[in-house]
């Protein structure tokens, strides 16, 4: 036993990637593993790191059975029909509290800062959001400043809805944040109103969307944004184009088309980035050894 003990020791200090007191990783146990019949669970606890002897000795819960260790529960594993329930449990929680608590801020904010102005929150003025921004920049809120934007359109946009006669009464938030992946207003109301009259789900008005747009880049791509994101230095300066491309949902409103051409303009602006670095770093590296002599190695 000592020399069995005295060579996994020496096994172990022999690995020249493990640090002092490193736990060994699991591809490394599994050779000394198959080495260590008839080695008690005590020398085993002495030489192996905690983390290696539980992943492969302490004495392992068989499915369905019996604890083996004294207060160590029996896992649980649902089936798919309880996964379901489960889930719509917690869809039924996020309605009642979540989805009501978005739509109730966006009305708040609507009556309070655009005085319930429906027209004043989609202008396109861009001074119409300079009370909004500050609520949203302020230090104290305690909600996602980046979706208060789109909370204060869905309460506006129920409004429209009541008021064209669309009955509103099972739409949640999420209904709301669906129907602004349409750009045009008439769409958003004509699917409103197949959803309110069909009771469609938020999943349905997904892939109605999607289906209809067939992965097709849009006829009028965002031209302006791309080229801000081809120019990271423009781009860091306009805040309305940081504001939409550091916003989920207001991203989930372009098409599919809109959104893979961002993505590509962005690899094409990363690549470009790297090597400007390491352009300028071997540019910089170049001059400092000028300055500094032949003998100095400079920091770059």
């Not at 790191?49 to 369905?64: D, I, K, V």
């Not at 989609?122 to 959001?129: A, C, D, I, L, V």
């Not at 429209?160 to 944040?177: E, P, R």
Request: one cysteine or more; aromatic letters at 4%; glycine letters at 4%.
């Amino acid at each position: 036993m000592a020399t069995m003990q005295k060579e996994l020791k020496t096994e172990l200090e022999a690995n020249e990637e493990l640090e002092e007191r490193e736990d060994l990783a699991l591809e490394d146990a599994r050779p000394l593993a198959e080495e260590l019949h008839g080695v008690t669970d005590q020398s085993l606890r002495e030489n192996l790191p905690e983390a290696t002897y539980q992943a492969y000795f302490a004495p392992q819960q068989q499915l369905g059975g019996e604890a083996e260790q004294e207060n160590d529960p029996a896992p649980v594993i649902l089936s798919s029909t309880q996964v379901d329930a489960v889930v719509k449990g917690i869809n039924s929680i996020a309605v009642k509290t979540v989805e009501k608590g978005k739509m109730e801020i966006g009305e708040y904010v609507l009556s309070v800062v655009f005085m319930d102005d429906l027209k004043a929150v989609s202008s396109q003025n861009p001074y119409k959001n300079s009370s909004l921004s500050e609520i949203a920049k302020h230090p104290d809120l305690l909600v996602d400043r980046r979706q208060l934007g789109t909370w204060v359109r869905a309460a506006a946009f129920r409004r429209k809805l009541v008021q064209a006669g669309v009955d509103c009464t099972h739409l949640t938030y999420s209904h709301f944040a669906a129907f602004f992946r349409l750009k045009k207003e008439e769409k958003q109301i004509e699917l409103a109103k197949e959803v309110s009259r069909d009771n469609l789900s938020v999943r349905q008005i997904l892939d109605r969307i999607e289906s209809s747009k067939n992965g097709k880049p849009s006829n009028q791509p965002h031209k302006d944004l791309l080229k801000k994101v081809e120019d990271p230095f423009k781009l860091m300066e306009d805040k309305e184009a940081t504001d939409l491309l550091s916003d989920p949902e207001k991203l989930a409103e372009l098409t599919s088309g809109d959104r893979v051409d961002i993505v590509k303009a962005i690899d094409k602006t990363e690549l470009q980035i790297n090597k400007s670095q390491k352009f300028l770093r071997q540019a910089k590296k170049d001059i400092l050894q000028i300055e500094l002599g032949p003998y100095q190695e400079p920091e770059v």
